[in-house]
């Protein structure tokens, strides 16, 4: 069975391993989706944070089911390969991260703030972004020079994740 009318050639049925926070203990890059409402965001973000090396992805409730077909499908199988865990943004604190939240207006340049060290990086909702009173611990911004008010969540999310990468291999 498949949910659409043309489906790629190789269908599998694959159980559901539901990851808690104490999987992340460890973890020294994560990537948070608060309230991520499009499938195809949220599964570009597993993504993109998978193929940059993150440890795994908290999505918050509110957010898409991770297991929606749509976001399965624009993962490209990086939601097999990391955990994927549903908690809210003041259960993070209990990992020891310092909660790094992007924004459009504010913060710090994503390229000079030091992303070495065990962070987790939240991006907020489409339409809404994040909270201005977020529990983070500072605010990023990724720098643009265009009309554009703000990047697509799911291309903020790849730019910082591999700005996160390059910073870890230099």
Not at 85 to 98: I, P
Not at 114 to 133: K, M, P
């Amino acid at each position: 069975m498949a949910t659409t009318e043309h489906p790629q050639p190789v269908v599998a049925v694959v159980r559901s391993r539901p990851a808690d926070l104490t999987e992340l203990a460890a973890a020294t890059f994560v990537v948070v989706g608060d309230r991520i409402a499009d499938p195809g965001n949220a599964g570009t973000i597993l993504r993109s944070a998978e193929a940059a090396g993150a440890d795994g992805v908290v999505l918050t409730p509110g957010s898409v089911d991770p297991t929606n077909p749509k976001v399965v499908r624009a993962s490209a199988g990086a939601l097999f390969h990391l955990p994927v865990v549903v908690a809210d943004l003041d259960a993070l604190g209990s990992l020891g991260l310092t909660l790094v939240g992007a924004s459009s207006h504010r913060g710090r340049n994503h390229t000079d703030t030091d992303l070495t060290r065990r962070v987790a990086i939240v991006l907020g909702n489409e339409a809404h972004g994040l909270a201005d009173d977020a529990p983070v611990d500072e605010w990023i911004t990724v720098a643009h020079v265009g009309r554009s008010e703000s990047l697509n969540v799911a291309m903020a999310a790849a730019v910082l994740c591999f700005e996160v990468a390059r910073q870890r291999r230099a």
